[in-house]
């Protein structure tokens, strides 16, 4: 049985995207055994959690064990040094949001407008794209050259699924192309601005937002199933 306690700790963990950072705080895992306190994924989370929050530059072994409550030589039983732990920090970047929005750009989708609504879902939900993530990294990005260059191809990859996503649609490729660049720029300037609106009145602009992006009308159908699955999310 769901205590009220642990849904309220999922919706809030929806809401925010925020999953535990350890394993033995979250209640779907199960506990560890022997002699093991954290696991890989713990100092990656952690790693995360840091960069998010502090910066690139906190990112520190000794720091990380002190947050996790081990030794510091428990780091070497997962990573060979720091640098194997950056690198494995900015593959799960890639994975967690470039990889997702190549994803939701390829679902089937029977209309542009219908494409696009799935394009959205990944923004408007935190359990598919962390956008907390994607601005660490681009910050990262500012002092890194290997960073930056891994930034500048996870935008042409994005953009290359938005663009081909178009096509599918029957727009003409200098038409996909534009579309697909001024959605994806939007779309990272919403975020970038920080714009602090309620859901429900993001929601009220779908219908117009979709007309703009698309140059069409879109179906009320798809627009239904999209406001339902925004409210699905709980979000304030």
Not at 81 to 109: F, S
Not at 177 to 187: G, H, P, S, V, W
Request: glycine share 6%; proline share 4%; hydrophobic share 45%.
């Amino acid at each position: 049985m769901t205590s009220s306690g642990d849904t309220d700790m999922r919706r809030k963990r929806r809401e925010t995207g925020a999953a535990p950072i350890l394993h033995r705080d979250d209640p779907d895992k199960d506990p560890l055994v022997g002699h093991v306190k954290v696991t890989r994924d713990d100092w990656l989370n952690m790693a995360r959690d840091t960069l998010v929050h502090q910066g690139i530059d906190a990112v520190k072994i000794l720091a990380l064990a002190d947050r996790l409550g081990v030794s510091r030589s428990s780091f070497y039983w997962y990573f060979g040094n720091r640098a194997d732990l950056l690198a494995a920090l900015l593959g799960h970047w890639q994975t967690r949001n470039t990889a997702q929005i190549v994803a939701y750009c390829e679902r089937p989708a029977a209309t542009i407008s219908g494409a696009v609504c799935n394009f959205f879902r990944c923004f408007i939900d935190p359990a598919i794209f962390d956008r907390r993530l994607d601005f660490a990294v681009r910050a990262w990005a500012r002092h890194d050259t290997d960073v930056r260059a891994a930034m500048d191809r996870a935008d042409r990859t994005r953009l290359a699924a938005l663009t081909a996503m178009f096509a599918r649609h029957g727009y003409a490729p200098e038409d996909a192309d534009a579309r697909a660049r001024i959605l994806y720029f939007m779309q990272l300037g919403y975020h970038a601005l920080e714009v602090d609106e309620p859901m429900r009145t993001r929601m009220s602009r779908i219908a117009p937002y979709l007309r703009g992006f698309t140059g069409v009308e879109a179906e009320p159908e798809t627009i239904t199933a999209f406001l339902d699955f925004a409210r699905g999310l709980d979000l304030p």
